[in-house]
């Protein structure tokens, strides 16, 4: 049993109209609560299928990182077997229900997202000058967090068949390469990297433009004059800036497998509408 509750809101404006000059504006807003109410055990959870009472059907189920050990916590990363430059595993919990030094996914597993947005929303706007106008629009996901196939992917340093990210990752101080003890990504080539797939669960968020429109519609002088019913001229350009976080490809299809995504093209338009 789920229940679904959201609101949407939409509202346009008329911001400024005179005899020669008209600006106007559309706004929209959504954001729906996705939430398992009973499973078949009635209020008991199901972690294999990864569904839970009062969690959406879609969640990221996994453990939490903390980051990368330290060289000055070598003797706490000791506790967990774990040594400087490996990924750091919160221990949640544990038999008795309190951290136990072991990272277990039995215990230490648990919801940290969801590839469902918190919420999404979008902005237009137009204005008008005599035969002149100009649009553009924008639409955003907020609260999006995906499993990264193309980090997954570029920064799996242990795979040298592909190329990859000039990452910043941990090196020991003891190291050739002079050291680099990061807290961005694990050092390379270590056997350690049985939780490595943390690190690739990313928040996607984003606002993206979709299009900036530029045109002139010719005034009806011209048109007799040419014997047209119509004519306009107008500059396009499509999806021209994406501003977020998530450091892959588009963010819009940052959930998406490699052969289904990829850069966001910027397309440029030039175009003329005639009408006789």
């Not at 959504?30 to 109410?37: D, H, K, Q, S, T």
């Not at 020991?172 to 050092?187: I, L, Q, S």
């Not at 049985?194 to 005034?219: H, P, T, W």
Request: glycine fraction near 10%; proline fraction near 5%; charge should be negative.
């Amino acid at each position: 049993s789920v229940r679904n509750s959201g609101i949407e809101l939409s509202l346009r404006t008329v911001n400024i109209q005179t005899n020669d000059f008209r600006w106007t504006t559309s706004f929209n807003f959504g954001r729906n609560r996705n939430e398992i109410v009973e499973l078949v055990n009635g209020n008991e959870d199901m972690p294999g299928n990864e569904w839970f009472i009062g969690q959406p059907i879609d969640v990221n189920y996994t453990y939490i990182s903390d980051g990368v050990w330290q060289e000055s916590e070598r003797d706490e990363a000791a506790l967990f077997n774990r040594v400087p430059g490996q990924i750091k595993i919160r221990d949640l919990s544990g038999p008795e229900g309190q951290p136990d030094g072991n990272i277990n996914p039995e215990y230490d597993y648990t919801v940290i997202g969801s590839p469902i947005p918190d919420w999404t929303g979008g902005m237009s706007t137009q204005f008008e000058y005599k035969g002149f106008d100009l649009s553009a629009t924008l639409f955003t996901r907020q609260g999006v967090q995906v499993f990264s196939p193309f980090h997954h992917e570029f920064t799996n340093l242990r795979d040298r068949g592909r190329a990859k990210l000039n990452i910043d990752y941990y090196m020991n101080a003891n190291n050739v390469h002079g050291g680099n003890e990061t807290n961005a990504y694990p050092r390379p080539n270590d056997p350690g990297t049985e939780y490595d797939e943390v690190a690739f669960y990313k928040d996607a968020s984003f606002v993206k433009i979709q299009n900036i429109l530029f045109g002139y519609n010719f005034s009806p002088d011209v048109l007799e004059r040419a014997r047209l019913k119509g004519l306009r001229v107008y500059v396009n350009v499509l999806n021209p800036f994406v501003f977020t976080d998530y450091d892959g490809f588009d963010p819009e299809w940052a959930g998406m497998g490699l052969e289904n995504t990829g850069n966001a093209s910027v397309t440029y338009q030039l175009g003329v509408n005639l009408k006789f």
